[in-house]
């Protein structure tokens, strides 16, 4: 298995965020995003990675891709928590800031998600 093939834990770990990041915040600030109905509190990654030292004796960790080459005794399983920094209440707060000719309707948005199916009078 090459080098050039396998990706780096921390270069893994910033594309799962980018993408995570990607669906909530709008590519410039007159751009319309959509209403977030759901926040991510943590992101759990199980990974297989193997732990190779290069030339100059630095320390590289590189996550497999499943069934990948590398021998059983080289593998390592890895998990790996991100959460948020800020709380839902702040950024519920900065979507008001932000938006607040929507938050109307966020609001409204947010209660028809959480509420869809129930059973209950007067939903």
Known sequence: MSNENLIGLTELI???????????????????????????????????????????????????????GASRDDVQKVKVTLSPLLKKEQLLGIYKTFYPERWQEFLKTSVEGLTKGSEEPGF
């Open 14 to 68: 910033q594309k799962v965020k980018q993408e995570l990041l990607a669906a909530s915040i709008p590519a410039s600030p007159n751009e319309e995003s959509d209403i977030p109905l759901f926040s991510v509190d943590s992101v759990e990654l199980e990974l297989q990675v193997t732990v190779k030292k290069d030339v100059k004796g630095k320390v590289k960790v590189y996550v497999l891709e499943a069934g990948g």
